[in-house]
Nanobody
Framework: QVQLAESGGGLVQAGDSLRLSCAASGNTFIKYVMAWFRQGPGKEREFVAALTWSGNIYYADSVKGRFTIARGNARNTVYLQMNSLKPEDAAVYYC????????????????????WGQGTQVTVSS
């Protein structure tokens, strides 16, 4: 079993920055992928970014150039640095974790992740 603990959400103004953190514990895998998804009001959950144990990184087009996913110093920790936040970025952000996949295209699908955090709210005022 894997447990995910997220932190860092909050209320910011458009244009501000925020950093989310996620730490995985328990029976984690050596070759893993950690990702962020988000779900806005009335919307389906969508992919934001992913990072594999080997350092490969993937972003949704909507956040490229503004968000950065990075590994933390502690094992199985990942950050999501969000800059130039927009009102449309407001959502509950979820950390996800699972084994590395053979095809990177799978990382964009929430169905590929078996472990999820509880979510952290990000609110962006205009």
């Amino acid at each position: 079993q894997v447990q995910l603990a997220e932190s860092g959400g909050g209320l910011v103004q458009a244009g501000d920055s925020l950093r989310l953190s996620c730490a995985a514990s328990g029976n984690t895998f050596i070759k893993y992928v950690m990702a962020w998804f988000r779900q806005g009001p009335g919307k389906e959950r969508e992919f934001v970014a992913a990072l594999t144990w080997s350092g490969n990184i993937y972003y949704a087009d909507s956040v490229k150039g503004r968000f950065t996913i990075a590994r933390g110093n502690a094992r199985n920790t990942v950050y999501l640095q969000m800059n130039s936040l927009k009102p449309e970025d407001a959502a509950v952000y979820y950390c996800a974790f699972d084994r590395e996949r053979l095809s990177s295209s799978l990382y964009y699908s929430e169905g590929e992740y078996g472990y999820w955090g509880q979510g952290t709210q990000v609110t962006v005022s205009s």
